[in-house]
């Protein structure tokens, strides 16, 4: 590294809001761990005071004012600080430093944009900008034209032909996005996007092609790696944040994926980013054609995800990078022992769940859509699909207990509520599945890929299976514990205990699907199964977490928390 930077300033992601906040604080904190490291005096300016970068000895200087070009400005007058960094605080910090960029602020005081240029970023925000850089490649891009008024949205919707997507350029979360049918609902849309930005996208949609994101890194030298691709569950057509993500991606065939990985590292090349992007597919599901949907050149939602999920630390390598750094001269800070040129290699499965909180609201619409209404997410780690989805779906926080066996939900109409999805589409299925829809019915319905459902369907089977031994509970008040145990102790039995478990059944989902609740509580079911299980045997050794914790160190935590 050449660069002498004593001083550089941070722009965090302002007040907590739906779509942005919570997740960039782990950039921004991981960011501000690389300056200290490097003896850099860091100068942060974030209104949050519910974050980890504003905790006292996190950043060297704390500025609780709001990322505006205004107050910032004053803030870089005082501090005089040599660089900034505007990739680790969202869309909000993106936005201000492209304003200080275009008002000659950073120019007036010297300070040097670290990372990627900000032509580069103003190449991938300005979405006519977009598909012209993109185009210079012969990468495709969806269908579309860039408009700054009603009558232009108009226009371009006539030319294009129902149906079309509306987006808000510099717009956070998808906000002012949407679908739209018919003109009605076109202009209704266009004014609600103009209310966010002063240009919208109008593009052709592509609803029903899977959604597809790979997380890359550059640096100054041109070395490039993918750290992460993920895969939507839910098709095109509903924000990624509204999705069940799942990574790595699990129906791309070989030449889909390295396909789409030489584009992403194509694209970053030619755009000349420098630290980490997040390139966005639709890919259509019964060929390989593919269309770029968007490219952010920052740390995104998606970037947090990626880095716990890996293991591989993008923010604090993003940093170092727009440092001066190579790839080749890091060593991977999680890991400690590979370099940070090396591409994690997943051999297990992790599902991001989003979290809505739509039932606080009255009058609130329930739809989904290409708007974000979640408030936030969990994640889950397992070895299949299956089993990372039921520990996801029991950590959001809505009294579920996995993908079987919670309380009946009503639905008035099934179908209609696999085709227009809510925030309780997931259990839908469920529901659909159990009733006896077919994997075809459910695919045509909601265009999730046959391959997800075939999972779900398979969880379902093994709850039926387990239903089977429900006598079970008529037996227990008349046998002693020994005598319960030699009855349950038939190898079929065991056998599907040993598949539940593997396949992410809790113990009280197992009691459930037992008949057990009738007789004693939702607690004491569980524990009574959790008994019969250690007694046959099946828990994972102490070998067996050390072993994996060895493997997978950033998943350390995971990894015991699951086998409690």
């Avoid at 968007?294 to 740390?299: D, P, T």
């Avoid at 909180?357 to 209404?373: A, E, I, N, Y």
């Avoid at 299976?465 to 046998?479: C, D, G, W």
């Avoid at 599907?496 to 008949?515: M, N, T």
Wanted: aromatic share 8%.
């Amino acid at each position: 590294m050449e660069k002498k930077l004593k001083k550089v300033l941070l722009l965090g992601s302002g007040a907590l809001k739906i779509g942005q906040a919570g997740e960039f604080d782990y950039s921004g904190a991981q960011a501000l761990k690389a300056l200290k490291e490097e003896g850099i005096h860091s100068v942060l300016i974030n209104p949050n005071i519910a974050t980890v970068q504003t905790s006292k000895g996190v950043a060297d200087t704390v500025y609780f004012q709001p990322v505006q070009a205004a107050f910032v400005e004053r803030v870089i007058e005082k501090e005089r600080p040599d660089g900034i960094l505007l990739s680790f605080g969202g869309q909000t910090a993106l936005n201000c430093g492209v304003e200080l960029y275009e008002k000659g602020v950073l120019k007036k005081y010297g300070v040097e944009v670290l990372g990627t240029p900000v032509q580069a970023i103003i190449d991938t925000e300005d979405r006519d900008l977009f598909v012209k850089r993109l185009d210079e490649i012969g990468v495709k891009t969806i269908k579309s034209h860039a408009c700054e008024n009603v009558e232009e949205v108009r226009h371009a919707a006539q030319e294009l032909g129902f149906p079309v997507i509306l987006r808000a350029a510099y717009a956070l979360g998808g906000l002012g996005s949407g679908f739209c049918d018919n003109e009605d609902e076109l202009l209704s849309q266009a004014e609600e996007a103009f209310s966010f930005s002063p240009q919208v996208l109008v593009e052709k949609s592509l609803k029903g092609w899977k959604e597809i994101e790979y997380e890359v890194v550059r640096d100054c030298y041109d070395n490039c790696i993918t750290v992460c691709n993920m895969e939507n569950l839910d098709p095109l057509g509903i924000h990624t944040g509204e999705s069940i993500v799942v990574a790595p991606s699990q129906t791309l065939s070989n030449n889909e994926y390295h396909k789409l990985r030489a584009l992403a590292i194509k694209i970053i090349r030619h755009i000349g980013i420098v630290g980490e992007c997040n390139v966005q597919y639709a890919l259509d599901p019964n060929s390989e054609d593919y269309r770029v949907i968007e490219v952010n050149a920052r740390l995104s939602r998606s970037s947090a995800l990626a880095s716990k999920a890996t293991g591989y630390p993008l923010a604090f390598v993003a940093a170092k990078l727009g440092l001066g750094y190579g790839l080749f001269e890091l060593n991977n800070s999680v890991t400690k022992t590979t370099s940070a040129f090396f591409e994690p290699a997943l051999d297990y499965v992790v599902v991001k769940i989003p979290r809505w909180d739509l039932t606080k609201f009255h009058g609130v619409k329930r739809q989904l859509g290409s708007s974000m209404k979640s408030v936030g997410e969990v994640m889950a780690i397992g070895r299949t699909f299956e089993e990372a989805l039921q520990k996801g779906l029991r950590m959001i926080g809505q009294g579920m207990h996995g993908f079987v066996e919670n309380h009946e939900i009503k639905i008035p109409n099934i179908a209609t509520s696999l085709h227009e999805p809510t925030d309780m589409r997931i259990f839908v299925v469920s529901k659909a599945l159990k009733i006896g829809y077919t994997i075809e019915q459910i695919h045509q319905l909601t265009m999730i890929d046959c391959w997800f459902l075939q999972k779900l369907k398979h969880i379902v089977d093994i709850d039926q299976r387990l239903k089977q031994f429900a006598q079970v509970s008529e037996f227990i008040e008349f046998m002693d514990n020994t005598e319960l145990l030699e009855y349950l102790e038939a190898p079929e039995f065991v056998s599907l205990l040993h598949e539940a478990k593997v396949y992410g059944f809790s113990d009280f989902q197992i009691g459930r699907a037992l008949g057990l609740e009738s007789l004693m509580s939702m607690n004491d079911a569980g524990i009574m199964v959790r008994s019969w299980r250690k007694e046959f045997g099946i828990v994972p050794t102490v070998n067996q977490i050390d072993t994996l914790a060895a493997e997978y160190p950033a998943q350390t935590n995971y990894l015991y928390l699951s086998y409690l």
